[in-house]
């Protein structure tokens, strides 16, 4: 019983920092659950989650058989993904509890951060892939390119619609279990990471009073885009996800390629992001640049440090 907390607690921490890393646009959750030893069991199991496999556990709980359900849930490794789950949703809503106030507040230095982790992150992957073949060069220029379109797309403000937000979350959920690129950093690009940070602070301030109220009053106006987000978050996680893995499984290098290039690419989001900001307030680039710099420097520091203490991101 002990080996079994012990080893619960442990998986618990590594989510913490899967969800430290989700929730800031940089190092992906699939990096630090590389890095943690838990990667291939985390693939294993997310890839066990098909439509049939829950079908079947249904099924067992609706016949009541209760031996054979819990047996169907060990072996689908449900405990794992859960209490690892849970660790992730633990970081992520405290993370952007503090990324919504720093971001309202200190817009500068917040986006200058985000702008050194993005940039450092895609030196570092950059110097362990290579680019030999042509066709990996042809799929390092149409991530970058994408990522650089796509964050001019977000910084125009397209809105937070229902699909838009969808979608965000569709793709978003490959950071948390991919070696690559952050799912906060596709957030970014989409324009959508101010919007979910402000929303899942506000959701989640609004809960103790329906807990109270017995009412859902309190949380009705975030509770519709944050169920449509994590929608597409479990639709990614039985599409995007599996596209990707298995795009790794035939083309790695290239696939890899790709993904430190969108990484790249996005370097442009949080400084159009700023640029915005800045505009809305009336203020002028020149008197941020030293703390937008100094903050940017922290930030690739932060970077050069993490890959310092792991022998490969």
Known sequence: MKHKLREYLS???????MGTADAVPGVSGGTIAFITGIYERLIQAVSGLTPKKAQETGQHLLDRDLNSFRE?????DVPFLAVLGTGIMTAVIIVLRFMDFAITNYPAPTYGFFTGLIAVSAIV???EIDFKTIGRKMAAVTGFSLAFIASGFGASAPGHTLPLLFI????????MVLPGISGSLILVIFGQYDYMSATLTEFTSAVPEALTSFSLAPVQETAVPITVFITGAFAGLFTT????RKALELRREATMVFLVSMIA??????????DEALASENVAWASVLPEFSAAAVAGGLAILFFASK???L
């Not at 965000?168 to 950071?175: C, F, P, Q, T």
């Not at 690419?265 to 700023?274: D, E, M, V």
Request: hydrophobic residues 45%; charged residues 10%.
């Open 241 to 244: 996800v599996h596209g990707v």
């Open 125 to 127: 992957l950059y110097s």
């Open 11 to 17: 998986i618990y921490a590594k989510g913490l920092a």
């Open 168 to 175: 965000s979350g569709l793709i978003a959920v490959s950071g």
């Open 265 to 274: 690419g996005g370097t442009r989001a949080p400084i159009l992001q700023l």
């Open 310 to 312: 792991s022998e490969s």
């Open 72 to 76: 169907h849930l060990w072996s689908l």
